[in-house]
């Protein structure tokens, strides 16, 4: 058992590994006055009414968690066999992410998540599209997630395809919709691919614009966010010292 096992004043069944057991704290308040405590058994999965009892924030919480323990080095010990058979019947995700195709941003592994905690949409640059945004309005209105996160990261290729005018069969048109990004950043000096600073400057404007263009093309999503059942947030992922840096707010 970790120290946190040690310190927490949960049964320990309540904290086998994975997803919730990430935060004593909202789990607690998660569980608290619920009268299913001493019937609840976690399992390698989450289950519908576990995720349903989460609020978009204590999801957040939980994500921000995993990422310490992942850039901490203190990973739980997943048994993936164990939660491929837990989530095979039925899932229910907490998050849908949109995130860049980079191999080495893979935000299950970088949240140390299980099987079954999160969808994930990937494009290069995370910019989103009718597609993505019927993905996502699946994922919330229809399955229950509490959260979408775009989340861009450091270095991004996209981003420096988009700043450098690469043109490339249909990679023309995708590096098109990272533009916009590269006009709106403010930045005071050198704008090219080569300076590493404006370039991730860059990549968190896009994240910004991004959940913008989220809330305006999908009214149905942008509705979600307003009555408070989920919320739209953004982070940037860095690969060098494999901290995500969650927006406020
Ligand atoms: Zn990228």
Do not use: W
Request: charge should be positive; hydrophobic fraction near 45%.
């Amino acid at each position: 058992m970790s120290a946190q096992h040690k310190t927490c004043q949960l049964p320990y069944h309540l904290h086998r590994r994975g997803f919730l057991q990430a935060s004593g704290a909202i789990t607690a308040i998660a569980f608290v006055g619920t009268g299913t405590l001493s019937t609840l058994a976690f399992a390698d999965a989450l289950t519908q009414a576990q995720r349903d009892r989460l609020t978009p924030d204590a999801v957040l919480a939980l994500m921000k968690a995993g990422n310490k323990r992942f850039y901490t080095g203190k990973p739980e010990d997943h048994n993936f066999l164990a939660q491929q058979r837990a989530s095979a019947k039925g899932q229910y995700p907490a998050a849908v992410l949109l995130s860049c195709i980079d191999s080495r941003a893979s935000a299950e592994t970088i949240m140390d998540l299980r099987i079954g905690d999160v969808f994930n949409s990937r494009v290069a640059g995370n910019v989103e599209n009718p597609d993505i945004l019927g993905s996502m309005e699946f994922a919330c209105k229809l399955a229950g997630a509490k959260v979408v996160l775009v989340m861009g990261h450091t270095a991004c290729g996209a981003i420096k395809g988009a700043i450098d005018n690469a043109e490339l069969g249909n990679l023309t048109g995708l590096l098109a919709k990272i533009k916009p990004a590269v006009d709106a950043t403010t930045y005071a000096g050198e704008r090219t691919s080569k300076n590493y600073a404006f370039v991730n400057a860059v990549a968190r404007k896009n994240v910004e614009i991004t959940m913008s263009n989220i809330r305006r093309d999908s009214p149905v999503l942008a509705e979600l966010e307003s009555n408070g059942a989920i919320k739209i947030a953004g982070a940037m992922y860095n690969l060098e010292t494999g901290v995500m840096d969650f927006f406020a707010g």
